[in-house]
């Protein structure tokens, strides 16, 4: 989650429509994966271009076309023209700073989704991608910034034909593939989960200005976070009360359960947001007592060192006349009364439980 806002200055001027890709390449060159599949057979390559893309009409059974990279704008431009996508549908996709949401396009639904995902695992900084999905009758299209794994235990499912994905329709290839970038949520706040944790007892043992510092950025990340899980939930709840009939019913009892999911993704984003809100105040107030530790003991000592101050600046005045600067035992007497002094106020202030 390195920024906010990712610049959108490359499109002023441009008209609406205008194939603009925004955002970071992630990935070297755009790749194009199909998987077509039935009941009964399943056919999977990597086209190199976007016409082999699509099987003959007769094929029946669902086509799922997953593309990774969307810095080659001509060939995201080119599978939306063949897919029939609206061309600010096809900006939408190349734009990687969308909000979360839910377009519903009559032939096709059009879903923007933030997934989540650990670049580095030694670091738990979470990174975040785009991912845009277009459903329609019998076919839905992906569209990820970057080249991995994300949907490979779907693929796994389809392969292994035995899972319900293979009987159900485009809307529940869908699902799938939403319910998966939702549970990626959960991975990412159990680790966000385990940094609080640990950040709360580093403060309460020994706080550093380091400590503040991982407060802050721990603050700004959960920010972020709800920033993409709250209107996630709102584009789940209009695609399960979605009225569209490329979304069939038995879709809708699944839906909601990925609703639920999202309900209590926002639940412990707020918790977390909450604790880190009260760690800093615990912070801050632990930097308060500390400093009031340390000025309570100089009081103390400064308050020592009063009437000794007073018993040396006496009899360091020297004055011809001054009955003790005789008297052999004067010396070793004003160390004994200055000595007593301190003794008993370091008692008093102890007995006070001041020190």
Not at 3 to 11: A, C, D, G, I, P
Not at 47 to 52: D, F, H, L, R
Not at 319 to 329: A, N, V
Request: charged residues 25%.
């Amino acid at each position: 989650m390195r920024r906010m806002l990712k610049s959108r200055s490359v499109k002023g001027g441009l008209p609406p429509g205008a194939l603009v890709h925004v955002g970071e390449r992630k990935v070297d060159e755009t790749k194009i994966k199909l998987m077509a599949y039935d009941e009964t057979r399943i056919v999977e390559r990597e086209p190199g271009t976007v016409e082999e893309c699509f099987l003959p009409k007769d094929h029946g059974g669902v086509t799922w076309i997953n593309l990774d990279g969307l810095h080659d704008t001509e060939m995201v431009g080119r599978l939306g023209a063949r897919s029939g996508l609206h061309p600010l549908v096809v900006e939408d996709i190349l734009n990687t700073d969308q909000r979360p949401k839910l377009d519903d396009h009559g032939e096709y639904i059009f879903v923007v989704l933030k997934s989540l995902y650990h670049a580095d695992e030694d670091s738990g900084e979470p990174e975040i991608e785009q991912i845009s999905l277009v459903i329609g009758p019998d076919y839905v299209l992906s569209f990820q910034e970057r080249e991995g794994d994300e949907f490979e235990p779907i693929r796994d499912r389809i392969r292994g034909n035995v899972s319900r994905v293979r009987k159900g329709g485009a809307d529940y290839l869908a699902y799938a593939l939403i319910d998966l970038v939702v549970d990626q949520y959960f991975v990412v706040l159990e680790r966000l989960g385990d940094r609080i944790e640990a950040l709360e007892e580093e403060l309460v043992a020994a706080p550093t200005t380091q400590t503040l510092h991982d407060l802050h950025h721990l603050k700004r990340e959960m920010a972020f976070l709800r920033k993409s899980v709250w209107p996630l939930r709102e584009a789940i709840s209009k695609l399960e009360r979605s009225e569209s009939p490329l979304i069939h019913e038995a879709t809708g009892v699944y839906l909601r359960d990925v609703y639920d999911h999202t309900i209590q993704i926002i639940d412990a984003v707020e918790t977390f947001r909450d604790m880190l809100s009260g760690m800093l105040d615990i912070y801050l107030s632990s930097v308060s007592n500390r400093m009031n530790e340390v000025m309570k003991l100089l009081t103390i000592i400064a308050t020592v060192f009063i009437p000794l101050t007073f018993v040396a600046g006496l009899y360091g005045m020297n004055f011809k006349y001054m009955p003790e600067l005789q008297w052999p035992w004067g010396y070793p007497m004003a160390w004994a009364i200055m000595i007593a002094i301190a003794l008993l106020m370091v008692a008093y202030f102890r007995r006070k439980k001041w020190l």
